[in-house]
Antibody, heavy 130, light 107 residues
């Protein structure tokens, strides 16, 4: 079955960096758009970043642009989120998830898998604190 | 960015009740809307995508409708296991944005 397992969370000081990983299994990872979504403690959901199935396009929320980098290794079936210049407001549970497509301006980018897959990992907690 | 206004923010209902949650987009998003269920300590679970398509394995008491800017999520007969927070999400254009959430409780 489809499984997404995040790792790499922990406590980190403001201004430092951290890399999250999301190990995928049970589906053809290299065919699907992947994303990160976060949730601050007791708060709602907030979209962070998305990457096309082959890694040639990536997009970010304004509040992480220039500080976070999404990437993927389709040979290792793993999604990453490199987080830099961390701030207290980045404290959250970070979820990786599949998605069908995304659009930005007049361009749309779709997964190329033959089936629709909507799956989320269990999340990994990042705490930014001195 | 597209703003999603979800209401109510909380709801108390009895088992067997019909409950409705609404979500309004600040601009036309066609039918590019998801509804999620999130229970405490768990990841969100997709219930409905494309505004009205039921995700595989989700009970048929959950339905969604709407297009453009106004959307509705309904549970036809509330069950005890439906206690959760529900979110709408637009994915018509980046950045994706979510509603503020509706916390559903049993009376």
């Amino acid at each position: 079955q489809v499984q997404l397992v995040e790792s790499g969370g922990g406590v980190v000081q403001p201004g430092r960096s951290l890399r999250l990983s999301c190990a995928a299994s049970g589906f053809p990872f290299s065919s699907y758009v992947m994303q990160w979504v976060r949730q601050a403690p007791g708060k709602g959901l907030e979209w962070v970043a998305v990457i096309w199935y082959d890694g040639t396009d990536e997009r970010y929320a304004d509040y992480v642009k220039g500080r976070f980098t999404i990437s993927r290794d389709n040979f290792r079936n793993t999604l990453y989120l490199q987080m830099g210049s961390l701030r207290a407001e980045d404290t959250a549970v970070y979820y990786c998830a599949t998605r069908d497509r995304y659009c930005s301006g007049s361009s749309c980018y779709s997964s190329i898998g033959s089936t629709t897959i909507h799956s989320w990992g269990q999340g990994t907690l990042v705490t930014v604190s001195s | 960015d597209i703003q999603m206004t979800q209401s109510p923010s909380s709801l108390s209902a009895s088992v067997g009740d019909r409950i409705t949650i609404t979500c309004q987009a600040s601009q036309d998003i066609d039918n590019d809307l998801n509804w999620y269920q999130q229970k405490p300590g768990q990841a969100p679970k997709l219930l409905i995508y494309g505004a009205s398509t039921l995700e595989t394995g989700v009970p048929s008491r959950f339905t969604g409708s709407g297009s453009g800017t106004d959307f509705t999520f309904t549970i036809s007969s509330l069950q005890p296991e439906d206690i959760a927070t529900y979110y709408c999400q637009q994915y018509d254009s980046l950045p994706d944005t979510f509603g503020q959430g509706t916390k559903l409780e049993i009376k």
